[in-house]
């Protein structure tokens, strides 16, 4: 029996082709079977040869909604039947920051659709740590945001202090889930900026104070959360950030990258890297979700089924698109 996998191409191209079928489930392990997976940006960054660290071909697919087919034995984290977000960062869990935490600095971690085959397969099985169960009542075209939410979510809570007023620059998936973070976390005003007025606009409606376009000057912040992580952004929040503040890199950049050292050294502002999440992460957002965020919804603006994994993958390239998913029946 075999199974169907979604490769992005060494020629620059997505394609869906056969593979073996997974063995049963060894104790502690569960066999999946996908329901919806989002595409994300770095997603199409490996695509086009465009990621600092991966590149094709591979199996794609780190965003995802999964349900349980089969456990192995020893397995209490889910049962057949559930559904089941998947956490794609597949850690040692022996090292010594696996053992004390946050586990997404392990050293050793591997990503599902990057260094490792990811979800995009008709079956798979994984470790049942990474099974976060989805609470009833919450369906799969929600659930798939998950993941990207995490994002946003784990970016917030590196900042200890009350976040003010907030400034956010990139207004795709990944700011949207910086700005529902910062919205649930009660920041005092925050402005987010973004070219593209459709993704201004859901801003708005998601709760940003104000929206800008990247030609407009922010005014002073407390904290930014710099989504782009380009040279020009990054100058951008270190200048729009008050003495004293604090500017997290949350995008991911090509390779290093300037930072305006003399404006962040003299004004004593705080700079924090984030990158992916932990567990906790992903079951709180599960908790929000399932608590109601109605707009939410929004942030999935188109799905096709996984014959057309191609079309898919060219629909990210419309501006106006913010989460493309890829469905099975």
């Known amino acids: 029996m075999s199974i ?20 049963p489930p060894a104790p502690g392990r569960v ?11 770095s997603d199409v960054h490996v695509l086009d040869r465009r990621h600092p660290f991966v590149a094709p071909p591979v199996v794609t697919g780190h965003e995802g909604v999964a349900r349980v087919l089969e456990t192995g034995a020893d397995v209490t984290a889910c049962a057949p039947g559930d559904l089941v977000v998947v956490n794609p960062l597949v850690t040692c869990g022996i090292c010594d920051v696996c053992r004390t935490g946050p586990a997404n600095r392990c050293a050793h971690a591997k990503v599902l659709g990057f260094a490792l085959p990811g979800l995009a397969q008709d ?15 919450l369906d799969d075209g929600v659930a798939v945001l998950t993941e990207p939410l995490a994002v946003g979510w ?3 809570a590196r900042v ?3 976040l003010g007023r907030v400034l956010i620059i990139g207004g795709g998936p990944v700011g949207l889930s910086v700005l529902a973070a910062v919205v649930a976390r009660g920041a005092t005003h925050v402005t987010l900026a973004e070219p593209v007025a459709t993704k201004r606009e859901l801003a708005k409606r998601l709760g940003a104070d104000r929206v800008l376009t990247p030609d407009d000057t922010p005014e002073p912040v407390d904290t930014a959360f710099d989504c782009v992580a380009a040279a020009p952004t990054l100058a951008t929040s270190g200048a729009a950030t008050v003495p004293g503040g604090t500017l997290v890199c949350v995008g991911v950049p090509p390779g290093d990258t300037a930072l305006p050292l003399a404006r962040l050294q003299r004004w004593e502002i705080d700079v924090l890297g984030t990158g992916l999440y932990v ?28 014959e057309r994994a191609a079309d898919a993958f060219a629909a990210t390239r419309d501006p106006d698109q913010i989460k493309v998913t890829i469905t099975w029946p």
């Open 4 to 23: 169907r996998q979604v490769i992005l191409g060494t020629d620059g191209a997505v394609h869906v082709e056969t593979a073996a079928d997974p063995e």
């Open 31 to 41: 066999l999946l079977a996908p329901v919806r997976l989002g595409i994300c940006g």
């Open 123 to 137: 079956r798979l099985v994984v470790d049942q740590r990474y099974c976060h169960r989805v609470p009833d009542g």
């Open 154 to 156: 784990h970016a917030v």
């Open 160 to 162: 200890r202090h009350d």
């Open 279 to 306: 567990g906790a992460d992903l079951d709180a957002v599960l908790a929000h979700l399932s608590a109601g965020a109605p707009l939410v919804r929004e942030l999935v603006t188109a799905a096709f089924p996984v």
